[in-house]
């Protein structure tokens, strides 16, 4: 969804810390206009200020710094102030805090401290947000709504334990199983004889109680998601009283307390906080791929653009240590975010707080020298260049052949399986599976189970352990139309209340194999597999399976196993299907993917040889492309031009041979 004719460029803006210092912002007008900033996000963390005592609005400040940044051409995001809450509500009202695990209800601070149930905390939140609504939803400078900021991200998980939350659990779960019968089968209770026979016998799980009916825990879960949610949507409702402008939210793309291809139908577009550890590793390229996935997820969740909503121009400050970014880095991230689909660069935060936690988070504005600092000409330079682009990119998409399914419901019940290896991470396999699709510069889209998969070639699936209802129907009307569908070993394990199928794999047919066993290579049993003649060295769970229709691509080379398949293939309708049966090294993953992506003629657009560490994305329009060729590796890469494209911004006709410097990025077109 595009805000303008501009990809936009700014950030976070707190005016409110600095209203005893008009000087102040009137320089920071005159430093964003030099810093090519567009747009601002105001009141984020601004409750206290709009409503210093409870029932006494002041909003003129707001308004009035709105119509000044409008004036200069600068657009207003803004947000409503629920990420925080003021000491005269938490004080007076003790319900709106939340309650933690233990039982013990939270003293008031930090952020997102707050019941979702609680209905004082629910009408004064509609109070404040008719207010902002009513006198500033139809301001010209303001061109969407920021509901909250972060929401979830209190340090835990997001819940609330009050009495309010569990009987409003109980009765989501009245709801969903209607009697209790059909809820100690689905969770298996009679384990360990703890069958519920009353609904009031039933409470989220905790440590000091229920925590090992898995039924129970991926419930909780998902009950907890959907009342984040809930308290979300009544937001929403209320400023759409009052404004038509879109409506968003600040995601944190793998953010595992909430479900968020859930929470993105409730907004008109989807945007996210962005801070990749850059510079942590021998090199960029893990962080560099992490990014990107993070980037084609929150783009996935609607097919569509995004906003990149914050990141960092130069450092953060509540990792355990807190490195700058190179010279180069932040033009080159900036850059990704919008090569994987993003209409803005922003960031957290424009001016650096003068105390408090954040006080040394890093910011456009500094606390010393104003624009005469290297981050303020990064961004000032990065600035120029996103405004020389914005004609050619607005307008243009990734539109992927390839997608992946990363399901939240499957991630908190892998991890939750106690089961082969307890220390899978389900997030961390999926990466692994990502990479190589990433450094073959391949755009890959990414679904849950609920997601229509026809308009894809190829849909991955790793560690796939949970089947949602309909999705084993879904997966095999897609392969019987001419779909290829790989998966991996320890999917198709259970349904969607963490029961573990019986009899046969529900997908045996589709894949053509009979799973029987699952090992864990470890110290004398390691293991390797052969592929295309080649031994790749086995790194984690290994799934022992019968071919039965499938053909065998791949075996293991050793152990007792040795002979059995560990790659197969097998042909179902006008489509076919590949099982990977064991966590190998990611060597084997790109040769596999480099088999694959030749044979369905899926490799990348730009007829480039390019290296290790540079990789590119494409963003189409229906009559054009746009190439972004990315070099993250720390030094400079020669790419081969295989025939000629034009860079869009210098004009330049590149072929042949060139060097890219390190931390470049080049945005091309074909030459006409």
């Known amino acids: 969804m595009r805000l303008g004719n501009r990809i936009l460029h700014g950030g976070d803006y707190n005016p409110d810390q600095w209203l005893d210092c008009p000087e102040i912002l009137e320089e920071d007008v005159r430093l964003m206009k030099k810093a090519g900033v567009n747009c601002v996000s105001l009141g984020i963390f601004a409750w206290s200020m709009l409503e210093p005592e409870e029932g006494r609005y002041e909003l003129d400040w707001l308004e009035e710094i709105i119509q000044r940044l409008y004036d200069n051409d600068i657009h207003t995001i803004l947000a409503t102030p629920t990420g925080a809450m003021p000491h005269w509500l938490t004080d007076q009202y003790e319900e709106v805090r939340q309650v933690r695990e233990d039982g013990v209800r939270n003293d008031a601070g930090k952020r997102h401290n707050y019941c979702p149930r609680s209905l004082v905390m629910r009408e004064k939140t509609r109070r404040i947000d008719q207010k902002l609504a009513e006198r500033l939803g139809r301001h010209p400078g303001v061109i969407s709504w920021h509901i909250s900021n972060e929401i979830g991200n209190n340090g835990i998980d997001g819940a609330c334990y009050c009495a309010n939350c569990q009987q409003a659990f109980r009765e989501w779960l009245q709801k969903k199983y209607d009697t209790l019968d059909t809820l100690n089968k689905a969770w298996w209770t009679a384990f360990w004889s703890h069958t519920y026979t009353d609904w009031a016998q039933i409470k989220s799980p905790s440590s000091r109680g229920e925590n090992l009916l898995h039924g129970l825990n991926l419930d909780w879960k998902r009950f907890v998601s959907s009342q984040q949610l809930d308290f979300c949507r009544e937001e929403i409702r ?46 960029e390229l893990d962080t560099a791929a992490e990014a990107a996935a993070a980037h084609s997820l929150v783009r996935s969740l609607k097919r569509d653009n995004f906003l990149m909503m914050e990141s960092t121009p130069s450092v953060v400050n509540w990792r355990e240590k807190n490195r700058l970014k190179r010279p180069g880095m932040h033009e080159l991230s900036s850059l990704q975010a919008v090569a994987c689909g993003s209409d803005s660069v922003q960031y957290f935060q424009w001016r650096k707080s003068r105390g408090s936690s954040e006080k040394y988070h890093g910011a456009v504005v500094d606390h010393k020298y104003g624009e005469d600092t290297r981050v303020f000409r990064d961004v000032a330079r990065l600035g120029e260049r996103l405004l020389q682009i914005s004609e050619k990119v607005l307008g243009t998409c990734n539109q992927a052949r390839i997608a992946m399914i990363f399901d939240w419901e499957n991630w908190w019940a892998v991890e939750d399986a106690n089961a082969i290896d307890n220390h899978i991470q389900y997030q961390s396999v999926f990466l692994e599976y990502f990479r190589p699709f990433w450094e073959l510069g391949v755009d890959v889209d990414i679904l849950d189970m609920d997601c229509e998969l026809d308009s894809y070639d190829v849909v991955v ?163 054009r492309s746009l190439w972004f060729l990315q070099n993250f590796n720390r030094t400079a890469a020669y790419v081969e031009f295989l025939e000629p494209y034009t860079n869009i911004e210098t004009g330049e006709v590149i072929n042949g041979k060139i060097m890219m410097e390190a931390f470049e990025c080049i945005i091309l077109e074909k030459f006409k």
Not at 259 to 271: E, G, H, L, N, T
Not at 465 to 489: M, N, P, S
Not at 563 to 583: Q, V
Request: charged share 25%; glycine share 6%.
């Open 238 to 283: 209320t400023v759409r009283k009052y404004s038509s402008l879109p409506v968003t939210t600040n995601l944190m793309a793998f953010f595992r307390p909430l479900d968020y291809f859930q929470w993105a139908k409730a907004f008109d577009f989807v945007s996210w906080d962005c801070y990749p550890d850059w510079h942590s590793g021998a090199d």
């Open 461 to 623: 699936a790793p560690l796939n352990y949970l089947y949602r209802k309909g999705y084993t129907d879904r997966v095999r009307q897609y392969v019987d139309k001419g779909g290829c569908y790989v998966t991996t070993c320890w999917s198709g394990e259970v349904d969607d209340t963490d029961l573990v199928y019986l009899e046969k794999h529900p997908l045996e047919d589709v894949l053509g194999i009979a799973p029987e066993e699952v090992d864990v290579p470890d110290g004398y049993c390691e293991n390797s597999i052969r592929f295309q003649g080649q031994s790749y060295q086995i790194t984690g769970l290994c799934g022992l399976v019968h071919a039965k229709s499938a053909e065998v691509l791949a075996q293991y080379q050793h152990d007792f196993y040795a002979g059995y398949p560990a790659l197969t293939r097998n042909i179902y309708g006008k489509g076919e299907a590949y099982y990977i049966a064991s966590m190998n090294e990611m060597d084997f993953i790109r040769a596999f993917y480099r088999m694959l992506l030749h044979e369905k003629e899926l490799e990348c657009r730009l007829n480039v040889k390019f290296p290790m560490g540079v990789t590119v994305n494409e963003r189409r329009a229906s009559d």
